[in-house]
């Protein structure tokens, strides 16, 4: 790959940072070629041509200074296609990355040596989208690698809102491309929002627009999250459920509804690859009667459950952090 080959492009609300995009081909779950031709797509210009083809994408990260991918296993599951092809796309790419940012302009305060020579930008993670489709009488394969973005600062904010009938998720189990389309018109574009929830036509929390969502229950502490058979099951939702296990924290799996009691809940959760178990301050509830101001909920991210005997939302949030290494895989060279 050449460096000078891929595009290097500002990213939203950061200074000039590279990114690079790349095109393999696959057959049988397996890359037919693993020396990939360079794109100049965005992100979302790449998960707007898999869409068009009835794709399916995932979002990964890397963790340990872009040593290791978080749950790789898991995204290749998503899409469909084998362990070794995925870890291999998702290495050249982030190689790929190296390369740009080594020669792109702005970009010094992200450059670190590299075994490889590569100037890997070591003092940021990487957020690495995949995405398969069909095109005429191939399957094509689109990995698009960019900085992680920074958190949101506190205070957080989420809206939730009444989900239209076109929004909901064919299949739960798929992350198909074309579900980006239909949540656009329900995004809340706001400058202090940090995620848009939907919520079902009880009221329940269902899912956020780019993320899982999970309460924390005030009465004994536990995790409450809605059903599998609802929502897509991310990769940070999932470690969320195995810290809960771990630290014998319970789960319930419905819908929370927090406008209907809005002392039930002592906290509440985005989780997604990210932003990991991202703690909220407050939610913004737009209830199904349009003649109804929203409801406004806030919440103390140290405030302990369980009448002060369980975790804190802030505590939980922190475990989930310090869980994420060993359920991370090497990202090594095919």
Known sequence: LVGSQLRHRSLVGTACMPSACLRFQIHDQKLVDSSPTSQSQSKAELLS???????????????CAQSRVLLLNDHALRLQLSRDA?????????????RVTATASGATDFLASSPNE????????LQIT?????????????????????????PRKIHCVPVPTNCGRDDARLKDAAWVRKRESIVVHEKDVCETAMLDEHGGVTEGVSSNIAFLRRSDGAI?????SLVLSGTIRRVLLEVCAEENVPV???????AKNPDTYVGCFVL????LALTIDELVIHVMDKNMPPVSVLYDVHERSANGSGLSASALSQLVEKGITNRSDRLLPP
């Open 86 to 98: 995925v870890r291999t796309m998702m290495w050249t790419a982030v190689d790929a990355f190296g």
């Open 130 to 154: 995949c995405a398969v489709w069909h095109s005429e009488s191939t399957h094509i394969a689109g990995v698009f690698v960019q900085p992680l973005p920074p958190l949101p600062p506190a």
């Open 224 to 228: 409450v999250t809605a059903p599998d």
């Open 252 to 258: 319930v799996f419905e819908c929370p509804n927090p």
């Open 49 to 63: 041509e898999a869409a068009s083809n009835g794709g399916l994408y995932t979002t990964a990260r890397t963790v």
């Open 118 to 125: 590569t100037a890997v930008a070591k003092q940021v993670e």
């Open 272 to 275: 997604s690859t990210s932003r």
